[in-house]
């Protein structure tokens, strides 16, 4: 059977880092508050010349370099964003002529935090169902700009970057032993809108809008809808959690990773943690982990890695990757 394994991995973050301290001034909060409460301890923030575009095609010519390909080489880019360069057209069809290619196709997807975990499975049908052969898969943000500057309990959580793999279709066996994406499992729920969501938007106030979310109510569904769609995907694949060898995880908060991870048995020192270096940074977060994961030599080949996000919607899910 065809399964869409992993060849290259990349990514790009703003050169401006701002630290937990550099907040004390502009509302009234605390490095130690915003350590204690969520881990994070700095993010990145994009400067003007620096968008959801730049960022992501940065992050994608670093994954093709990676997998050892050229844009030429690639079918389809989809890429998850909530902060698009324009209302329309899709930033990935921007990102696909920023990489000078006159093939293919190109779209965004739309699923907040949970944007990569919907973009990998999505890629992986368009591989397994014929469509594509190789594919970019891109998450790419600037929450900066749809922060409240003013609001304490927003402002301090989110960051800019971007991350990609470039995923292959190759030959497999149809078991677990195969190299690709294994399983995975998505949902979402509407009924949750108004705890995490932007006041504004094209058809309804003709603005862009800024970010606002009821974080204690997040925080209260986060875990336990986590934890049931990976239990869903472990027994899709027919594995616990004692067969993985990575778990990386949404970085929204240090304290949602350490209970999930804690709720489902996962070890501490399977846990890719992110959180503190890029803050939240939404459909970004998971390839960026990736990414650094990758790079220090802990994720290899042939590593059973499983990825899971939840967010605005709500929206979450769970993907197990063969690496
Ligand atoms: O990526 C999408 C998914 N998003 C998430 O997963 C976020 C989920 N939520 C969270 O991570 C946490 O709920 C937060 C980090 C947002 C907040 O942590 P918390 O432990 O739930 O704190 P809280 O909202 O219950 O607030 C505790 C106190 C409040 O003061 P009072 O009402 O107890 O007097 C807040 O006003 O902390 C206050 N507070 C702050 N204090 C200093 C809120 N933000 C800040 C701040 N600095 N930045």
């Known amino acids: 059977m065809i399964r869409s394994a992993v060849r290259g991995t990349g990514a790009a973050l703003p050169r401006r880092i701002m630290k937990n301290a550099d907040f004390e001034g502009m509302v009234e909060t605390s490095d130690e508050w915003i350590a204690q409460r969520t881990g994070i301890r700095q993010r990145h923030i994009a400067a003007d010349d620096e968008t959801t575009a730049s960022l992501g095609e940065a992050a994608a010519r670093v994954a093709l370099a990676d997998a050892g390909l050229t844009p030429d080489d690639i079918d389809l880019i989809v890429l998850a964003t909530s902060t698009p360069n324009n209302t329309f057209p899709a930033t990935a069809v921007e990102i696909q002529n920023r990489l000078g290619m006159q093939h293919g196709f190109a779209f965004d997807m739309q699923a907040v935090c949970s944007g990569f975990v919907y973009a990998v499975t999505t890629a992986d049908l368009y591989i397994r169902g014929g469509l594509a052969k190789r594919v970019l898969v891109i998450g790419s943000e600037t929450f900066s700009r749809i922060l409240d500057w003013s609001d304490r309990s927003t402002c301090v959580l989110f960051g800019d970057g971007a991350g990609a793999v470039v995923l292959e ?45 009821e974080g204690r109510e997040v925080f209260k569904h986060a875990v336990g809808m986590i934890t049931d769609v990976i239990e869903t995907t472990f027994s899709a694949a027919g594995i616990t959690a004692d067969d993985l060898d990575w778990f990386v995880p949404h970085q929204a908060n240090k304290r949602i990773i350490d209970a999930s991870a804690k709720k489902l048995g996962i070890a501490e020192q399977k846990v890719v943690v992110t959180v503190d270096l890029h803050g939240n940074t939404s459909a970004a977060s998971v390839p960026l982990a990736l990414s650094v994961a990758v790079a220090d030599g802990r994720i290899k080949k042939g590593d059973l890695v499983l990825l899971e996000a939840m967010g605005g919607g709500f929206t979450w899910g769970a993907v197990l990757v063969r690496w």
């Open 169 to 213: 279709a190759g030959e497999g066996a149809g078991t677990i032993a195969d190299r690709g994406v294994l399983a995975a499992s998505l949902r979402s729920d509407g009924a949750h809108k108004e705890k995490l969501f932007v006041d504004g938007g094209p058809s309804t106030t003709g603005t862009v809008g800024h970010l606002r979310m």
